[in-house]
Nanobody, 116 residues
Framework: QVQLVESGGGLVQAGGSLRLSCAAS????????MAWYRQAPGKQRELVAQ???????NYADSVKGRFTISRDNAKNTMYLQMNSLKPEDTAIYYC??????????WGQGTQVTVSS
């Protein structure tokens, strides 16, 4: 079993920054992929960014150049540094991990609200 706990969400003005964290615990194996997704009201959940254990990353076009995903394997923690935030970034942000074998786990989500 794997547990994921997100933190760092909140309310920020447009142009501001937030840093999200996702702490993973339980049966974390090497070779996993971690990712951030988000879901805005009335919209489908979308992939924001993902990172492998060797820190290979990719990003949604909408956040490229503004968001940076990173991870600390020693702490089993993933981060999302969000800069130049826009009102359209408002959503619940979810942490996701896919461990060796393909099982996927989700965190409970953290709300990010960007005011104009």
């Amino acid at each position: 079993q794997v547990q994921l706990v997100e933190s760092g969400g909140g309310l920020v003005q447009a142009g501001g920054s937030l840093r999200l964290s996702c702490a993973a615990s339980g049966n974390i194996f090497s070779g996993n992929r971690m990712a951030w997704y988000r879901q805005a009201p009335g919209k489908q959940r979308e992939l924001v960014a993902q990172i492998t254990t060797v820190s290979s990353t990719n990003y949604a076009d909408s956040v490229k150049g503004r968001f940076t995903i990173s991870r600390d394997n020693a702490k089993n923690t993933m981060y999302l540094q969000m800069n130049s935030l826009k009102p359209e970034d408002t959503a619940i942000y979810y942490c996701n991990i896919i461990i060796r074998g393909g099982t996927s786990y989700w965190g409970q989500g953290t709300q990010v609200t960007v005011s104009s």
